[in-house]
């Protein structure tokens, strides 16, 4: 039986080579608010259970995606980096992707993770800027996540309203990385989501 990593790259390897977003979507417990975030491990909310993404609709950067594996309704929306850098330089990684993930079975909406295509250096945090505001990120595995779930909101706003978003990490060997995605086509995908997820 493939383990959640593995069923990971073998949906992220079929992105690559088809050419299309088809990927699962992270799956971050909510914190309660004020608390810590809890720490977990990455896990892809769409899971090998033959219930493969169906396209809603590409907007833009992003693609608008639905899925119901164990009869529960999944909707994401996804994006690869529109540039990326490292440094040191051309160092190896994993292509990278960010989501924003609605699961009505959970009451969760709009719920944003990046994977970020290394593995992060342990107990590291993260941090994505758009709009002019940075929000702090929290690490774990390969996956990033909001750290104050409250400013989850204002993120996904300040994310419809500009032109891009710019992600920094450091891997668990120290490089340092910047990725940027563009948000154009985000706020559409959203709107998508939002009218095709629903209970």
């Not at 608010?33 to 992003?62: C, F, I, M, N, S």
């Amino acid at each position: 039986m493939m383990s959640m990593r593995q069923v990971l790259t073998v949906l992220a390897g079929g992105l690559l080579a088809s050419g299309i977003g088809l990927a699962p979507a992270f799956s971050a417990p909510k914190a309660a608010k004020g608390a810590p975030p809890a720490r977990h491990d990455a896990k892809p909310a769409v899971a090998a259970t033959g219930a493969e993404p169906t396209l809603l609709g590409q907007y833009g950067a992003w693609g608008a995606y639905a899925a119901s594996p164990n009869g529960k309704k999944v909707c994401f929306a996804l994006a690869k980096p529109s540039s990326s850098k490292t440094n040191p330089p051309n160092r190896p990684r994993d292509p990278a992707y960010a989501f924003v993930s609605t699961r009505p079975a959970e009451k969760v909406s709009n719920e944003i993770s990046i994977m970020i295509g290394y593995a992060l250096k342990p107990g590291s945090e993260a941090k994505l800027d758009v709009g002019g505001a940075s929000y702090e990120m929290y690490t774990q595995g390969d996956g990033i996540w909001i750290k104050n779930a409250a400013e989850e909101d204002k993120m996904v706003e300040a994310m419809r309203k500009s032109a891009d978003a710019t992600v920094k990490g450091v891997s668990s060997k120290g490089t340092q990385t910047t990725d940027v995605f563009s948000l154009k086509g985000l706020s559409q995908a959203l709107d998508k989501i939002a009218q095709d997820c629903r209970r």
